[in-house]
């Protein structure tokens, strides 16, 4: 069965800085799989933020926070982060884990995934 669990919200200052952490189970992580971070402000639709395909490493990053935010992984823990940095009061929102078995060429995109976390949620005052 597969599960990813996410942790590491919070309220923080605008400026400040977060670290979420997306651990996952019930499937081959490092093999031919896409993990992203997606979030989703009230009233809002949900939007991609950042994405990591788990055999390469290699990652992809919405505009909006492309200098601010740093996806990464630990292979042996099965674990997907999320470095949030210079944050501001618009990426207050919930922020989910996404997984999808097979990579795919919209990493971004929230259809594109078959599996979801619960959600952390990111405060973020002026």
């Known amino acids: 069965q597969v599960q990813l669990v996410e942790s590491g919200g919070g309220s923080v200052q605008a400026g400040g800085s977060l670290r979420l952490s997306c651990a996952a189970s019930?499937?081959?992580?490092?093999?031919?799989?896409?993990l992203s971070w997606f979030r989703q402000a009230p009233g809002k639709e949900r939007e991609g933020v950042a994405a990591?395909?788990?055999?390469?490493?290699?990652?992809f990053y919405a505009d909006f926070v492309k200098g601010r935010f740093t996806i990464s992984q630990d292979n042996a823990k099965k674990t997907v982060f999320l470095q949030m940095n210079s944050l501001k009061p618009e990426d207050t929102a919930m922020y989910y884990c996404?997984?999808?078995?097979?990579?795919?060429?919209?990493?971004?995109?929230?259809?594109?995934?078959?599996?979801w976390g619960q959600g952390t949620q990111v405060t973020v005052s002026s």
């Open positions: 990591i395909d788990s055999e390469t490493g290699g990652a």
């Open positions: 996404a997984a999808r078995i097979g990579t795919t060429s919209l990493p971004l995109a929230q259809y594109e995934y078959d599996f």
């Open positions: 019930g499937f081959t992580y490092s093999l031919n799989n896409d």
